[in-house]
């Protein structure tokens, strides 16, 4: 089979010709459909931190990934061949890490995965959807919901409306929370009134008049965060979702006056892509997908790099 293989730091990927893996005892073999591009996959190639995260090299990357069942391992009864499923690049399961990172992930033709690490797919979804909604999705929802605890009638800010922030701001507008949405991208100020946003402006802080409840930076670039905590309601919540920069100086008066609770909300869980699948299946959440081909994916990770992506971009693949 084809797969795109990463070999090393500052090194394109290598499109080479694989075995298709055979499914251990509790995996699945799965026909890929679709493997989600992301900034984290532009990390790896470009950053020599990532390489401890790397069970080896080469490896095969892509950790936003749906496609069907075509196999299954010994033990497996949860599932059945020809299930649509997404994988939660959690690892729940017993490998050690998310595919693309402790074992080959979806830029390949097939993948093969822990059981536990499926999530059924609703009909009504495309693959394309079901692969974005595995990591953008799900960390978009986590952030909202599970650790946001965002509910109706919330006064919710939005920082960031990019490819998690769109669905972050959509979930809270679903939720019945009144969004208001900070993007200095003001290309995108329409798409985030159509999403439901009251209001868009450039900064956290070009919003006096309103009385924050939850603020959730999807922008993490240090600025960001540092204003969310200095507008937030006293015993409001700031939740961090975004790693634009890697440090933040937090103004230490606003964070004890506000008496803020900042939290940090990395990833998610299985349970959240359900929550994002029944969004997409009911027709509420609709994301900007870009896709592109399987042989189109190193030019997708450029793209990315060069910040030319608007929405989430997803390789759709047989």
């Not at 959807?129 to 919710?156: E, F, L, P, R, W």
């Amino acid at each position: 089979m084809k797969a795109w293989q990463f070999t090393a730091t500052h090194e394109p990927l290598q499109l080479a010709d694989i075995p298709v893996p055979t499914p251990a005892p509790g995996e699945v073999l799965l026909k890929m459909r679709a493997a989600g591009l992301c900034h984290s996959d532009v990390g790896v190639m470009e950053d020599e931190g990532w390489m401890p995260l790397l069970a080896h090299t080469p490896i095969t990357i892509g950790h936003e990934n749906a496609g069907e069942i075509v196999e299954l391992g010994e033990g497996v009864t949860d599932f059945k061949v020809g299930d649509r499923v997404g994988v939660c690049p959690t690892a729940e399961g017993a490998k050690n890490g998310a595919p693309g990172y402790g074992f080959d992930g979806g830029f390949a033709e097939y993948m093969a995965v822990e059981a536990a690490d499926l999530v059924p797919m609703p009909d009504q979804i495309s693959f394309a959807q079901g692969a974005a909604a595995t990591d953008a999705g799900m960390t978009s929802y986590a952030a909202v919901i599970t650790n946001g605890k965002i509910k109706a009638g919330d006064t919710v800010g939005i920082i960031g409306f990019g490819g998690l922030g769109q669905i972050g701001a959509r979930v809270a507008v679903i939720t019945g929370a009144t969004v208001y949405v900070a993007e200095i991208n003001r290309d995108i100020w329409d798409d985030a009134r159509a999403a439901g946003a009251k209001d868009v402006r450039a900064s956290i802080k070009d919003f006096p008049e309103v009385t924050f409840d939850v603020i959730v930076d999807f922008a993490g670039f240090g600025t960001t965060t540092a204003d969310a905590v200095d507008v937030i309601r006293r015993d409001g919540r700031v939740v961090l979702v975004g790693m634009g920069r890697l440090e933040a100086a937090i103004n230490t008066k606003s964070l004890i006056l506000n008496q803020c609770e900042l939290k940090g909300s990395n990833g998610g869980s299985k349970a959240d892509i359900a929550g994002i699948y029944e969004l997409m299946a009911q027709g509420k959440l609709n994301p900007t997908i870009t896709e592109i081909g399987f042989e189109d994916i190193p030019d997708g990770l450029e793209r990315l790099k060069a910040g030319q992506v608007h929405g989430r971009l997803v390789a759709t693949i047989g």
